[in-house]
T-cell receptor
Framework: EDKVVQSPLSLVVHEGDTVTLNCSYEVTNFRSLLWYKQEKKAPTFLFMLTSSGIEKKSGRLSSILDKKELFSILNITATQTGDSAVYLCAVGLNRDDKIIFGKGTRLHILP | GEEVAQTPKHLVRGEGQKAKLYCAPIKGHSYVFWYQQVLKNEFKFLISFQNENVFDETGMPKERFSAKCLPNSPCSLEIQATKLEDSAVYFC????????????FGAGTRLSVL
């Protein structure tokens, strides 16, 4: 059965700290790994990774994929209260354009 | 449109009543997906469409749930005879199909069954 496992499930840090969120997966027909941020409503797309070892960056956020060890990490440096959200990892499959979501990491940044 | 539009934002139904949710995908996107999220927990895949054709319905409950994507109309998800456990946020997402699997989500419809 295809699965995506995120850790930790919940994390509380202080503003300015750096956090690393983890995502491991076991799927057949891997196509891509995606990160989303969900605040109050719709998940918003952050990154799509398809190749191992190539870091994607957007401001203070970065992510990398290891297709050999089947995991990805999402780093957030110099966290701000606005980074508080649930971060969702999802794996895209080659069939049907389907994506399988992890349960998310709930990140709370204390001022 | 430039974003996935879901209506209504919030829907309240008494147990046993019908609920119908709508989703207009981003213009040019050929795939539409429906998900159920109960109490901010994980996303449960329900069904996907490629244009007006059902692509994958492995997540759809066998009874009471149905969905359609007809040409020139918003897609719809209908729940007959709602139950308390149907209370959730229902998200719709759309994608190009290729490259990758980036799905863009609507703001969701919160269904409350009383």
């Amino acid at each position: 059965e295809d699965k995506v496992v995120q850790s930790p499930l919940s994390l509380v840090v202080h503003e300015g700290d750096t956090v690393t969120l983890n995502c491991s997966y076991e799927v057949t027909n891997f196509r891509s790994l995606l990160w989303y941020k969900q605040e109050k409503k719709a998940p918003t797309f952050l990154f799509m990774l398809t190749s191992s070892g190539i870091e994607k960056k957007s401001g203070r956020l970065s992510s990398i994929l290891d297709k050999k060890e089947l995991f990805s990490i999402l780093n957030i440096t110099a966290t701000q209260t606005g980074d508080s959200a649930v971060y969702l990892c999802a794996v895209g499959l080659n069939r049907d354009d389907k994506i399988i979501f992890g349960k998310g990491t709930r990140l709370h940044i204390l001022p | 449109g430039e974003e996935v539009a879901q209506t209504p934002k919030h829907l309240v139904r008494g147990e046993g009543q019908k609920a119908k949710l709508y989703c207009a995908p981003i213009k040019g996107h050929s795939y539409v997906f429906w998900y159920q999220q109960v109490l901010k927990n994980e996303f449960k895949f329900l069904i996907s469409f490629q244009n007006e054709n059902v692509f994958d319905e492995t997540g759809m409950p066998k009874e009471r749930f149905s969905a359609k994507c007809l040409p020139n109309s918003p897609c719809s998800l209908e729940i007959q005879a709602t139950k308390l456990e149907d209370s959730a946020v229902y998200f719709c997402a759309s994608s190009h199909g290729t490259p990758g699997n980036i799905q863009y989500f609507g703001a969701g419809t919160r269904l409350s069954v009383l």
